[in-house]
């Protein structure tokens, strides 16, 4: 497991195992974890940020536009977090950190706000959000993952039982 997870201004009702444990489980399924340089995560909790940008979470890469491997999970920071939702929210953004770790998206930088996806260049400031084909791809495999991790705890909880 060539993981790094770490948390920034944690809710209180939200413990650091329950945040990492989600992390690590999307590293796994989406094989984020089998790189020999370690794939690093930081998920930081922000103050008004939904206010501020009117958006509820997001991944950006932290180190290199080509082939990242540091990352920053933003979310809106509330006092109490329900873990459903929560953990909706992680699943999703750990795809789009799949699609920056194998290349299928990158971020051109120049000319500024292109991504190529899948070899496409998208003027990702052209589109509606829910338009972006990274957008699509996430919101169309949150679902399928959330039930994987309902299942996978599940199977956890009744192996503890017996
Ligand atoms: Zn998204």
């Given at each position: 497991m060539t993981m790094k997870v770490y948390v920034k201004?944690?809710?209180?009702?939200?413990?650091l195992k329950e945040i990492r444990s989600v992390i690590k489980f999307m590293g796994e399924k989406l094989k984020i974890?089998?790189?020999?340089v370690p794939t690093v995560v930081v998920v930081k909790f922000i103050y008004g940020m939904r206010k501020k940008s009117g958006c509820l979470a997001n991944c950006i890469w932290t180190?290199?536009?080509?082939?990242?491997?540091e990352f920053e999970i933003e979310i809106d920071y509330k006092e109490k977090w329900p873990k459903k939702t929560l953990d909706r929210v992680l699943i999703h953004e750990m795809i789009h950190v799949a699609q920056w770790t194998t290349g299928?998206?990158?971020?051109?930088m120049s000319p500024p706000w292109y991504i190529r996806w899948e070899g496409k260049m998208i003027p990702?400031?052209?589109?509606d959000y829910y338009d972006h084909p990274w957008e699509i791809e996430a919101y169309g495999r949150e679902q399928g993952f959330s039930h994987k991790w309902k299942d996978y705890n599940k199977k956890k909880r009744q192996k503890k039982a017996t």
């Open positions: 201004n944690r809710p209180k009702n939200r413990s974890d089998k790189y020999s180190d290199d536009n080509h082939r990242p491997r299928r998206m990158k971020d051109m990702s400031f052209d589109m």
